[in-house]
């Protein structure tokens, strides 16, 4: 019987060569959504139509292939906590949404440094949104119009700190 030893410096450099593929891996995608990270609500920042700011919305962004893997916790006024998960590709074709009142599939195109989404419930469309990130990637602002479930009007523009 054969017994094979590798060096610790064959171990380190396997190790070290791995960590580069790793961080490479993460620097590109992030090179692909701009908006990978998450984000922290400025409610000082944004606009909201009366009534239909949340106290506080945190959002997490990781990629996910191609797209990207979205969770997205509201906390409303009345303390309602409201978790909303979704992974989409980019590529304007309907994903399922859990956790939304307010619709139950996404889609996301890309239109330059912007993100334009669709929010269906039931197969109508109930609220578009578009996301841009700015140049330094510290600030992301989200313009969404369309309808709650309890039919309010959404007319905002949330602005995020990237956290």
């Known amino acids: 019987m054969s017994t094979h030893r590798v060096s610790d410096r064959g171990v380190r450099a396997f190790l070290a060569a791995a960590a580069v593929l790793v961080c490479t891996a993460a620097f590109a995608q992030s090179q692909l959504d701009p908006a990978i990270g998450n984000w922290q609500i400025n409610l000082a920042k944004s606009k909201y139509a009366r009534g239909t700011a949340p106290a506080n919305l945190r959002v997490k962004i990781e990629a996910a292939g191609q797209g990207v893997k979205v969770t997205a916790t509201t906390i409303r006024q009345n303390g ?7 992974t989409a590709y980019l590529d304007g074709q309907d994903y399922p949404v859990s956790g939304s009142p307010d619709y139950n599939t996404v889609s996301l195109t890309r239109k330059g440094n912007m993100v334009e989404g669709t929010r269906k419930k039931d197969g109508v ?18 313009a ?5 479930a309890a039919g309010n009007t959404l007319n905002s523009v949330a602005v995020f700190d990237r956290r």
């Open 144 to 148: 969404t119009t369309g309808r709650d």
């Open 125 to 142: 469309v109930v609220q578009t949104y578009q996301r841009f990130v700015s140049d330094d990637r510290r600030t992301m602002t989200v």
């Open 80 to 86: 309602q906590k409201i978790e909303v998960h979704y």
